[in-house]
């Protein structure tokens, strides 16, 4: 079955730059678009942006500044990289597998910004 | 770039129907049919539930229906049962200038 595994630092400083790679297992991550999605403590869910298997990206307006995303299809993952950190982006990060409608997702990671 | 609107909270009795409304705008859930649902149990992922507006994924009970009007879409759940207490979110493709996909606020269902 597909399973998304999201991987990287639970804690980030101010001003600091996340990274996060999501492995992604029983599907081939080609042909497909992949999300990051991301949900603060007690708050609703965000979408970040989606990368397409050819590199395309599209990011949410609002983060678009601040945000890359990259594959890397010989591995079965993508990243999410977001600089600049601040207490307003402490969230649960979540991976997916589409755009428009997210059948897949991970399991989640919570990313805390503090020094 | 505002989140689509939900009410807060819904509940209702085993066995009852409950409806949550999802309100956009004409540059998102007025424009397209692009509108899905999701399932959240509290410390879960999301689980898809409704896509492309009516559409059921496989595994999904026959109990949750989607529909839309205008810009208002809707989550229909018949039968209410135990397990189908959880947040539930919406959520659109936007056709701004730079589109891009929007969520709704959330609307917690509590099973009586």
């Known amino acids: 079955q597909v399973q998304l595994q999201e991987s990287g630092p639970g804690l980030v400083k101010p001003s600091e730059t996340l990274s996060l790679t999501c492995t992604v297992s029983g599907a081939s991550i080609s042909n497909d678009y992949w999300s990051w999605i991301r949900q603060p403590p007690g708050k609703g869910l965000e979408w970040i942006g989606y990368i397409y298997y050819s590199g395309r990206t599209n990011y949410h307006p609002s983060l678009r500044s601040r945000v890359t995303m990259s594959i890397d299809t010989s591995k079965s993952q993508f990243s999410l990289r977001l600089t600049s950190m601040t207490a307003a982006d402490t969230a649960v990060y979540y991976c997916a597998k589409g755009a428009g409608w997210w059948g897949y997702w991970g399991q989640g990671t919570l990313v805390t910004v503090s020094s | 770039q505002s989140a689509l609107t939900q009410p807060a909270s819904v509940s209702g009795s085993p066995g009852q129907s409950v409806t949550i409304s999802c309100t956009g705008t004409s540059n998102d859930v007025g424009a397209n049919d692009y509108v899905s649902w999701y399932q959240q149990h509290p410390g879960k992922a999301p689980k898809l539930m409704i896509y492309?507006?009516?559409n059921r994924p496989s595994g999904v009970s026959n109990r949750f229906s989607g529909s839309k009007s205008g810009n208002t879409a809707s989550l229909t759940i018949s039968g209410l049962q135990a397990e189908d207490e959880a947040d539930y979110y919406c959520s659109s493709y936007t056709t701004n200038s730079n589109p891009f996909y929007v969520f709704g606020t959330g609307t917690e269902v509590t099973v009586l």
């Open positions: 492309d507006v009516t």
